[in-house]
């Protein structure tokens, strides 16, 4: 008997675990043909740690509103507000503090939910204007443009 006792809550947090495994979204991100061009001037490293960040938004988002969905998409534009290190190595002009341009993000792609539906998925965000440009950091709007996008998958936009 005291077998059992031991194995029961044992079988349950197993069995809970991999509920909440089979629940967790799977998101995709490809770089498309246009950024791909623009990856060496912006520099690998700072692609990958923004293709990260996207997939952490849409990975959060997916997991409340469509559990155990999966989203393939596409980063078809990435533009910072500041030089990154690559762009400042490049172009040792460009002012890594004062220099300031209109930044974002493009993305598209589908969310297949759990049950196999497919739905197509298309966002942007850049700063309209220069005065716009808020924050200081050399990724602000594009953060912006994968916060806001979760947001819209978490409203049940798409």
């Given at each position: 008997m005291r077998k059992l006792a031991f194995f029961a809550p044992l079988a349950a947090t197993l069995a809970v675990a991999a509920m909440a495994q089979a629940q967790t979204p799977t998101v995709n991100v490809t770089v498309g043909p246009e950024l791909q061009r623009e990856i060496e001037k912006l520099?690998?490293?700072?692609?990958?740690?923004?293709?990260?960040?996207?997939?952490?938004?849409?990975?959060?988002?997916?997991?409340?509103?469509?559990?155990?969905?999966?989203?393939?998409?596409?980063?078809?534009?990435?533009?910072?507000?500041?030089?990154?290190?690559?762009?400042?190595?490049?172009?040792?002009?460009?002012?890594?503090?004062?220099?300031?341009?209109?930044?974002?993000?493009?993305?598209?792609?589908?969310?297949?939910?759990?049950?196999?539906?497919s739905r197509p998925v298309e966002f942007s965000y850049f700063s309209p204007n220069i005065r716009d440009v808020w924050g200081y950091s050399v990724w602000r709007d594009a953060d912006r443009a994968f916060e806001r996008f979760g947001d819209r998958i978490e409203q049940g936009r798409y």
């Amino acid at each position: 008997m005291r077998k059992l006792a031991f194995f029961a809550p044992l079988a349950a947090t197993l069995a809970v675990a991999a509920m909440a495994q089979a629940q967790t979204p799977t998101v995709n991100v490809t770089v498309g043909p246009e950024l791909q061009r623009e990856i060496e001037k912006l520099g690998d490293r700072e692609v990958s740690e923004q293709i990260a960040g996207l997939q952490a938004e849409v990975a959060k988002a997916l997991a409340e509103r469509y559990p155990g969905a999966t989203a393939n998409l596409v980063l078809v534009d990435l533009k910072p507000n500041r030089p990154t290190f690559e762009q400042v190595r490049q172009s040792p002009g460009l002012d890594p503090i004062r220099s300031v341009s209109i930044g974002g993000a493009a993305i598209r792609g589908e969310i297949i939910t759990a049950d196999g539906q497919s739905r197509p998925v298309e966002f942007s965000y850049f700063s309209p204007n220069i005065r716009d440009v808020w924050g200081y950091s050399v990724w602000r709007d594009a953060d912006r443009a994968f916060e806001r996008f979760g947001d819209r998958i978490e409203q049940g936009r798409y």
